[in-house]
């Protein structure tokens, strides 16, 4: 969850396998606390889904597949779980909070809640990078902090949720390419107040982190579905729900949301959480006191690449694993070839190159997400394999430049796209070693 101006960047973190039926988040600084959720079972069956996220309400606890649990910090703040590609039909145990139990979780608990915040919780969710706020968003903080029943990390956040939800002022549009905008995402929608669920969640995120830079709030962005259509116990989500939202860090409570900013019929269905009882400041006293929700004398969640040894403390056979891995790298240097003289085949278009880019990445098993700009994607993959950041930013720009701008190209850029697109089928095929690693994780 760090921004970089123009979007989010997922917080550097470790992969840690987890076997069939195992515990997902116990020993992380999530697992949740029962005084303050209720248990839920979810069937999830895929249809048409390319990602390999595991998908469920709430905090999943354990899942009947092997899977890879992603957590940033020495703490382990969770930030996703992958299955393996192909996995079918999975049933995930998960814990939601009782927003709907003002004697477990309220607002005015919220506001009673400590300030006092983790130190790695605040050194990984609480920057605002230089730049981030211009004149436009320092006045949208202002009329927040003015506006706002009191200072507190609570009414701070419902307060914007309210102000930005006013669809009066702010416009949910999808297509904003008419809006030349040169400044951060965030300045950028607090002038024109018009945009998408990311440019309101980023916006609702980044002002919570700086209304108050000598105690910064801690936030964060969540990306998921929004819900979709219920017929008795099955619901039906569809890719074109995808959505992004913030969550509030509250001691004691933990992460809480979601807190959705996008305004009525678009965003999900606001958390129902009300006033409650008076309560005194302090903390909570049926919340455990363990900030971390699982076993204090349990060290950190370690992953890695290092191969483990087998019973009876005799190391693997380095001579198999060699061959082994020699043939691995003919057989990628044979698709390499093969793809190098393939093509493309035929005239190259910008679009025809972008199909063909992310066509190869999703066999790999690195699709785009619902909710990916074209740019967002393109660093993604570049993030992967560094060596075609150049090519991806090649032909992302092209595809930008005649969908959205209408800018017709020709002669050296074409010719650019069309070798970009070339050396792209074979510097993505190192994506092949970056999913073997993964399903090698899994399978410890």
Known sequence: ??????????????????????????GTAENPQTALTKPIKVIVHPEDFRGNELLTLGSPTVVDHPSTVRVAGVQGWFTGVDLPFGSGDYTVDARLLRLDETDVISGNRLIAATEVYPKEITELYTDVPPDTLGVD??????????????????????????????????????????????VSQVECFARYKRGYCLHYAS?????????????????RLVEGFLPGDRVGNIETVKNKGAHAWVEVYFPGFGWVGPFDPTGPGVAAPPSVIKDGPAVS??????????????????????????????????????????VLTVLLVLLVGGIALAAWLRGPR???????????MTKAASQLGYGRRANQTVYEYAATLGEL????????ATVA???????????????????AVGQATRRLRVSLLRLVFRRDRRLRRRRR
């Open 1 to 26: 969850n760090a921004f970089n101006l123009s979007g989010w960047e997922k917080t550097n973190g470790r992969d840690v396998p987890v076997e069939a039926g195992a515990p997902i988040l116990v």
């Open 137 to 182: 968003a320092e006045l949208l903080l202002e009329q927040v902090k003015r506006n706002a029943r009191s200072q507190d990390p609570y009414d701070l956040a419902t307060e914007i949720v309210k102000i930005l939800g006013n669809q009066s002022v702010y416009k949910y549009e999808t297509d904003i390419t008419d809006l030349n905008c040169t």
């Open 203 to 219: 916006t609702m995120a980044i002002l919570l982190r700086a209304a108050n830079p000598d105690n910064p709030i801690p936030t």
């Open 281 to 322: 400041a302090g903390p909570v006293a049926t919340i455990p006191p363990n900030e971390r929700g699982g076993d204090p004398t349990r060290p950190p969640l370690v992953g890695g690449d290092t191969i483990p040894t087998p019973p009876g403390g005799q190391p693997p056979n380095r001579a198999l694993f060699i």
């Open 346 to 356: 035929g005239e190259i278009s910008p679009d025809r190159a972008w199909q063909s």
């Open 385 to 392: 394999v560094p060596v075609a950041k150049a090519d991806l």
């Open 397 to 415: 720009d092209a595809k930008v430049e005649t969908a959205y701008a209408r800018v017709r190209l020709g002669g050296d850029r074409l010719h």
